[in-house]
């Protein structure tokens, strides 16, 4: 028996002001968008944009429902909707940022599993590696260099080969 340890490493920045620019503005765009947010029953507002190996912009907002499993989160409306508008081009880096009306938004956030799983397919399918920028309307920002290591032993297409 081996026992494997399986570890990623983040940067974690004290604030927006250590990013370099192109990053600094890539998540003030996502900390604007929460604006956009339709979440009445959680009070839990949630922007990611994306910005495409072409450089083009991608958002998308948390869509929430009266029956809650129907919700959707900001993440993977970004990702639909990055693959309708600009099918085959990978997203370069995507920032994640929130509005909590009900307490805080200073300590960053991470995707959910549901969303994990949705972007280690979409880096896979696009053949790019996705950044990502997590921090909330203040404070602590941290970034991941690739979401594979957000989701080790992940279930993909290769498991079915
Ligand atoms: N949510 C997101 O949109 N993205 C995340 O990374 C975490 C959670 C949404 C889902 C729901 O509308 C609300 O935040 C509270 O869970």
């Known amino acids: 028996m081996n026992k494997v340890t399986h570890q990623f490493i983040t940067e974690e920045y004290e604030g927006i002001e250590f990013l370099n620019v192109p990053d600094a503005e890539l998540l003030i765009r996502a900390r604007l968008f929460t604006a956009n947010a339709y979440a009445p029953y959680s009070n839990f507002k949630v922007a990611a944009v994306a910005k495409l190996v072409d450089g083009q912009i991608v958002k998308g907002v948390n869509q929430e429902n009266a ?93 079915m080969m």
Do not use: D, W
Request: aromatic share 6%; charged share 15%; net charge neutral.
């Open 67 to 159: 029956a809650y499993p129907v919700c959707i989160c900001a993440e993977r409306v970004l990702l639909s909707t990055a693959a309708m508008l600009h099918p085959n081009v990978g997203i370069e880096t995507m920032a994640i940022s929130y509005l909590n009306e009900n307490g805080s938004s200073e300590t960053p956030i991470s995707p959910c599993g549901v969303c994990r799983q949705s972007l280690v397919e979409y880096q896979q399918r696009t053949n790019q590696v996705i950044r990502l920028i997590l921090s909330g309307q203040k404070g602590k920002v941290f970034i991941v260099e690739n979401v594979e290591s957000l989701l080790p032993l992940s279930f993909s297409n290769k498991s």
